[in-house]
């Protein structure tokens, strides 16, 4: 039986494909974490010295899970228990192994330029998102208050976001990291692709 042709991917496919890097580089979780304890940290946009210090840390916290996401792998192990990683020039360093099976072979799990690429796209939009956020500019730069600021602060994230999502669209991310499982449907697109 012969394999079938492989089939021409169309732009809609390609976009929701862009898209679904988007939402796998950006972490939600830590989006949602950001969100959730900014007015905290910030103490609502009215921030002492402290609050300043709080945020700086919170934002490079955020920040660098964001990076650190991007090199971040998972396989499916012959047990079928997902393995979890860190991508690095000479393979996948796993956080556990298969204590049962043989160690498989990871070495095509290696470190790529779109790695960093992709880190760096995903810091950029998580850095949008959180220093143009409303108690963010308050604390940290409240200066930011004229109406050029506050168009840009509108203008600015959609701009981030639709080079991020043509980038991520362009050159995909085939990475299944930390939280997102790698399923048979995705496979399955890959050996299609």
């Known amino acids: 039986m012969a394999a079938p042709a492989p089939r021409n991917v169309s732009v809609a496919e390609r976009a929701l494909r862009g898209v679904s890097d988007l939402i796998k580089l950006l972490p939600s979780g830590t989006v949602f974490m950001f969100q959730f304890l900014s007015p905290l940290v910030t103490n609502n946009g009215h921030c002492a010295a402290y609050n300043k210090v709080l945020s700086g840390v919170l934002l490079a916290l955020c920040g660098g899970f964001c990076a650190f996401s991007s090199f971040t792998d998972s396989y499916v192990g012959s047990d079928g228990r997902v393995y979890y990683g860190v991508v690095?020039?000479?393979?996948?360093?796993?956080?556990?192994?298969?204590?049962?099976?043989?160690?498989?072979?990871?070495?095509?799990?290696?470190?790529?330029?779109?790695?960093?690429?992709?880190?760096?796209?995903?810091?950029?939009?998580f850095a949008t998102i959180a220093l143009l956020d409303r108690d963010t500019v308050s604390c940290l730069y409240p200066a930011m208050d004229g109406a050029g600021e506050r168009t840009m602060m509108a203008v600015l994230p959609p701009v981030v976001g639709g080079v991020a999502s043509y980038a991520f669209m362009m050159f995909p991310n085939n990475r299944h990291g930390i939280g997102y499982q790698p399923t048979r449907a995705t496979e399955d697109f890959q050996h299609k692709n």
């Open 88 to 125: 690095t020039r000479r393979g996948m360093r796993t956080f556990s192994s298969n204590p049962d099976g043989p160690s498989p072979d990871l070495s095509g799990y290696r470190l790529r330029v779109g790695d960093f690429v992709h880190a760096a796209l995903s810091l950029v939009v």
